[in-house]
């Protein structure tokens, strides 16, 4: 996998007290059994009048589910739990849904895991917002429960089948090494990743700011980046701005002046030129042709 591709839901109601621990991780399985998914856990976070008075709480009859009032408590029980979805309100206190969905995507053990924004008061901003942060679809609060299972249906599905290559992939490594740990220059890239995908919206950000943003001189990351993936790190930033507009382009829920400032693009002809030259079609003809 390229560095740029790694980028690139009361019955049955589970209620959990939230302790002030640190999550342990489960040790990897050793030897070779079949592969066992985790259960179809949801973690809803939402507070008690907004869980009560939608179609959330019927999930509940479907699947074993968490519920959480706040983004805090629900990183640790995702941390700690895997859960195969995660919903979200958009509006919640000390971390709202969106934040939480960053700090999912942000976190290599569990940025896997597909992330649904609901919101009170939709608007186009805020679903521009959900979708930057990584979010993998975003609904009014009032979503009819047909809807949302069909989503969550699908997400889980293609979240499981994801899973399960990579468990299978796991097991039979173990019998060529013991244990596969993250090297220097992984940690780095990954680190450098996250600070770009933070500042997606900000045009200002520049090689210094990167730098400082990882820990390392300029001069040393431009050398690694170099090394790693045979870009500049300005071409680095510029190449996954494009990705994301490419992506939000092709769902077709924005326009191309608000995905081009969502990406960091200040510029119109600039931006254009630059996605042709990348994808070989102006950013309009890309959107038109994607449906």
């Known amino acids: 996998m390229t560095w740029i591709s790694f980028f690139s839901s009361m019955l049955g109601v589970e209620r959990e007290e939230f302790p002030q ?18 259960p179809e856990k949801i973690v809803i976070v939402a507070d008690e009048s907004h869980y009560t008075s939608s179609c959330l709480v019927q999930l509940a009859e479907e699947y074993p589910v968490i519920v959480c009032e706040d983004g805090q408590k629900a990183m640790l029980q995702i941390l700690e739990q895997k859960p195969a979805l995660v919903i979200a309100n958009s509006q919640l206190p000390t971390m709202n849904g969106i934040q939480l969905c960053t700090c999912i995507r942000n976190n290599f053990n569990v940025n896997d895991i597909p992330v649904i924004i609901l919101s009170d ?12 942060s990584g979010a993998s679809d975003y609904f009014s609060m009032s979503v009819s429960l047909i809807m949302l299972r069909t989503r969550i249906h699908s997400l889980i599905s293609q979240y499981n089948t994801v899973i399960k290559k990579y468990a299978v992939r796991e097991i039979e490594g173990k019998a060529i090494q013991e244990i596969n740990l993250q090297t220097h ?13 933070n500042n997606m919206s900000n045009p200002e950000l520049t090689v210094e700011t990167l730098s400082e943003g990882v820990g390392i001189s300029r001069g040393h990351l431009y050398r690694k980046v170099r090394e790693m993936t045979n870009d500049t790190p300005h071409a680095l930033v510029r190449k996954i701005r494009l ?5 939000l382009l092709a769902e077709h829920h924005y ?11 200040r510029n119109a002809s600039s931006f254009a030129r630059m996605f042709k030259q990348t994808y070989g079609k102006s950013p309009t003809d890309f959107m038109n042709q994607s449906y």
């Not at 640190?22 to 079949?34: F, S, W, Y």
């Not at 608007?123 to 959900?130: A, I, K, P, T």
């Not at 990705?243 to 992506?247: D, F, H, L, T, V």
């Open 21 to 38: 621990k640190e999550c342990v991780t489960a040790e990897a399985q050793t030897e070779k059994k079949p592969v066992k998914l985790q």
């Open 243 to 247: 990705q994301q507009a490419a992506r």
């Open 185 to 197: 220059d992984e940690k780095l890239m990954e680190n450098i990743l996250v600070v770009i995908s």
């Open 255 to 265: 326009n191309v002046s608000r995905v081009m400032r969502v990406c960091g693009f």
């Open 121 to 132: 008061h939709p608007s186009d901003q805020e679903r521009l917002d959900s979708l930057a």
